[in-house]
């Protein structure tokens, strides 16, 4: 986390070799360079139509039973029930994913797929905590939208500088976002299409954090794309820095918490995960809309790629199952 990182910023480019035990298996190596720089990977048919029918059984048996709670988007600081939500919102499943209720075998098929995803993620993206079962925390859960549900624009993870009294709470962190639909012949007039905001220009350096673990802020550069990462530096100066080593901002020792759009300079474009009502997207990104037809996986990373789900216009309701691979935190 420290500014050794302006040199290990660099080792952050595409050069690295990737070892022989490291081979890709259940994406092509494709799939890993776009999620490593910033993009979204779309994986049809990732488990086949019988599992995707009775995961889509499962959640449909588990609402039926009222064990689905709605869970909009979370103001942070402010506690869930009080937030108002209800069954035009999303719902997330609140059991147990070992919970012996429902299918339970097809859950357990499902997290064995999604281990070996994890193992082959932590390998292909060099992130060496987040292939580490048991020691990093997973999240995976059902959503259940019912119709005119959507949710709405939103970034999965932050760096904890900005989380207020939630940062630097917990030992770990999202690291990347798998998004698995379950809706049979979902067709494009029946909308929650998943929209993610990618980058419009290329990025060729590695997104989300450098090696070190500094999360990333932002994003400069004119004709590509260079993340902009977040740490302290031997002196304990606070420091905004691309990925060419170059510094973009920062603030003296001992400032803590600083706003990012106080420190940052002129150039630097903060990632924007919601956005304040009416206020215009930021320039520079680009729509890329999937539809949520059974089997398909998206991954991305869960710091890079703004997203949203846009309103079920269909008569029956849109299933997903969801979640994150987590990765340690650097010690605060
Ligand atoms: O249901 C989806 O497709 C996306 C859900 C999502 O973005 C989230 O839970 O953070
Ligand atoms: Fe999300």
Redesign the pocket.
């Known amino acids: 986390m420290l500014l050794c990182l302006l040199a290990t910023a660099q080792a952050a480019t595409p050069t690295r070799t990737t070892p022989a035990a490291a081979k890709p298996q259940l994406l092509p190596a494709e799939a890993w360079d776009r999620i490593r720089t910033g993009r979204v990977h779309v994986e049809r048919d990732f488990i086949d139509a019988t599992l995707a029918q009775r995961l889509r059984a499962d959640a449909t048996l588990l609402q039926e039973r009222g064990l689905f709670r709605p869970d909009g988007l979370s103001r942070l600081g402010e506690a869930k029930e009080r937030q108002g939500f209800n069954r035009g919102d999303?719902q997330?499943y609140a059991g147990g994913w070992e919970a012996s209720e429902g299918d339970s075998a097809a859950r357990r098929l499902l997290a064995g797929k999604l281990a070996a995803l994890r193992r082959e993620a932590a390998l292909a993206l060099r992130r060496p905590s987040m292939g580490r079962a048991g020691a990093v925390a997973d999240e995976r859960s059902y959503?259940w939208?019912e119709p005119g549900a959507s949710?709405r624009r939103?970034g999965?993870e932050f760096h904890e500088e900005t989380k207020g009294p939630k940062g630097w709470l917990l030992p770990t962190r999202r690291s990347l976002?798998w998004?698995l639909?379950l809706n049979k012949e979902w067709r494009a007039e029946e909308g929650g299409a998943?929209r993610a905001y990618e980058r419009a220009r290329p990025c060729d350096h590695a997104v989300g954090a450098t090696d070190d673990g500094d999360v990333q802020v932002g994003w400069v550069g004119e004709d590509r794309e260079v993340p902009v990462f977040f740490g302290e530096d031997e002196h304990g100066e606070r420091v905004l820095y691309d990925a060419l080593g170059h510094v973009r901002g920062g603030c003296a020792a001992g400032v803590a918490a600083p706003p990012l759009a106080t420190i940052a300079d002129a150039g630097v474009r903060l990632i924007r995960g919601s956005l304040d009502r009416n206020e215009a997207p930021p320039a520079g990104e680009a729509i890329q809309d999937i539809r949520?037809v059974a089997g398909t996986l998206?991954l991305f990373d869960s710091i890079a790629v703004p997203?949203?789900?846009l309103a079920v216009t269909a008569e029956r309701p849109?299933v997903?199952c969801?979640g994150w691979f987590h990765e340690l935190l650097p010690a605060p």
């Open positions: 999303r997330t959503n939208y949710l939103h999965d976002t998004l639909y998943l949520p998206l997203h949203e789900v849109r997903a969801t």
